[in-house]
């Protein structure tokens, strides 16, 4: 049902318009005031889609007041109703926020082709909300999968940030989750709602990356047929993520330096400036003490980028995090191939958690997406894991298989450990074991 308020202090025109559209459609529900204070009222308590409102009131002038409705409402549509229509006035009311300004009494026809426009664009515009609040919830902090103490301990420095303007330099190994944490800063972020731009500076050379990032203008290099915009303009007033950023070239640095302390740029082609606003969240693998030392990435840029720098953990230091990111790709493989359900054994999550995971977070996703595809039944288990999983060296040197007791003992410890935080007289207590003979095991065992 849409609901409509009509706004004006001659009760018998007011009720001749409620009658117009309560003839049209049972669709709509109409409240009615005459005056600014009365439909202030209603609007407090009450969600309205659209406004028809007359522009002289007893207590105030319509085209003023579409401001006050948009900062309530910012949703509803007005339609402004005027005895006397002039030009200036109308101008006024479309740039305070109206969706149209029409001649009280001219033609009662207009007013429902008008609605239904103003309706449509109201249900679009909920819609766009819509959809934006499932996207923001989908990147926030909430989604991102992890109760290990490391991982809690980066969600908290990301949250913090999140609230600032500050750029970030998210360091970790390939494949420990470095985009999905810089989208849960930004959809935490004051610019939520405005651009999320991300580039892997890996990905291209020095040429097209200056053309990427700052866009370049027709005819200013070879094949440079027409102008492009770079992704620091497509990011205006939103977020950029640099991927990889110590893959950028030395002199290619010194460009992306000055739009850090400028917010200025200029495209390739070009001699005047332009102004952007950009957060910038980068991300790196690499050592940057030592390529500083080796003179290939810059300091003044390194300081400019890590304002605020946050570590994700490789995987095989956030191990109680396994079955929890396994569950949740089983989950999502379970329906892009077509299975009702995938749920992991005890077995096959014993056997993801001894792994060293070179590749950390992607390699998991890849190893599940595999077991899915190959899985028989409901179930994931030994059988659906590559044979190199089934033999994997702890850190020790020792080698155990999957089935053996020993395997099984080294998962029980670690789990008891997780419980304890770290507590290893308490986990001795709980194992009902000596507390060298625990040392003995952690280092058998490489724990």
């Known amino acids: 049902m849409n609901t409509i308020l009509l ?57 003023d007041f579409v401001r006050e409705i948009k900062a309530r409402q910012p949703l509803a549509e007005i339609i402004l109703l005027t005895a006397f229509g002039n030009i200036p006035d109308g101008v006024k009311a479309i740039k305070n926020g109206a969706y149209d300004y029409i001649t009280k009494g001219d033609d009662h026809s207009k007013i429902i082709p008008l609605l239904y426009k103003a309706i449509e664009k109201v249900d679009l515009a909920r819609r766009v909300r819509q959809l934006e609040r499932q996207i923001g919830q989908k990147y926030t902090f909430d989604q991102v999968i992890g109760r290990s103490r490391v991982m809690q301990e980066a969600v908290a420095l990301g949250r913090k940030v999140a609230r600032s303007d500050t750029s970030v330099l998210l360091q970790g190994e390939t494949g420990t989750g470095k985009e999905v944490f810089a989208q849960a800063i930004h959809f935490e972020s004051l610019r939520r709602n405005k651009p999320f731009v991300a580039i892997n500076c890996a990905a291209f050379s020095k040429e097209l990356l200056e053309s990427e990032l700052f866009g370049h203008k027709a005819g200013a290099f070879t094949g440079a047929v027409k102008d492009k915009k770079g992704l620091f303009e497509e990011a205006h007033l939103g977020t950029l993520f640099l991927d990889e950023v110590g893959e950028m070239a030395v002199d290619l640095q010194s460009k992306l330096l000055r739009v850090l302390e400028s917010g200025e740029f200029l495209k390739i082609g070009e001699t005047k400036s332009r102004k952007v606003d950009v957060r910038i969240i980068s991300a790196t693998n690499r050592d940057f003490s030592a390529e500083m030392e080796q003179g290939t990435f810059r300091t003044d840029l390194y300081y400019r980028l890590s304002v605020f720098s946050i570590v994700l953990p490789p995987l095989r230091e956030r191990r109680e995090d396994i079955g929890e990111l396994a569950r949740y790709f089983a989950g999502f493989y379970a329906a892009k191939t077509g299975k009702r359900q995938l ?26 997406e595999r077991s899915a595809i190959l899985a028989e039944g409901e179930s994931l288990d030994l059988d659906s894991l590559p044979a190199d999983l089934l033999q994997t060296g702890a850190p020790a040197g020792k080698v155990l298989s999957a089935f053996s007791l020993s395997s099984a003992e080294k998962l029980h410890i670690r789990k008891v450990l997780n419980h304890t935080r770290g507590n290893k007289a308490e986990a001795a207590r709980l194992l009902e074991i000596g507390i060298a003979t625990l040392y003995r095991k952690i280092e058998e065992f490489g724990l």
């Open 7 to 63: 706004v004006d202090d001659e009760e018998k025109l007011r009720g001749l318009v409620a009658r117009i559209i309560k003839l049209e459609s049972g669709d709509f529900i109409t409240y009615e005031a005459g005056n600014i204070k009365d439909a202030l009222a209603l609007l407090a308590v009450q969600d309205i889609d659209v406004v028809i409102c007359d522009v002289k009131l007893p207590d105030g002038n319509g085209v």
């Open 343 to 368: 749920i992991p054994t005890d077995g096959y999550l014993g056997a993801l958690e001894q792994n060293s995971w070179r590749g950390n977070i992607r390699e998991l996703k890849n190893i599940i």
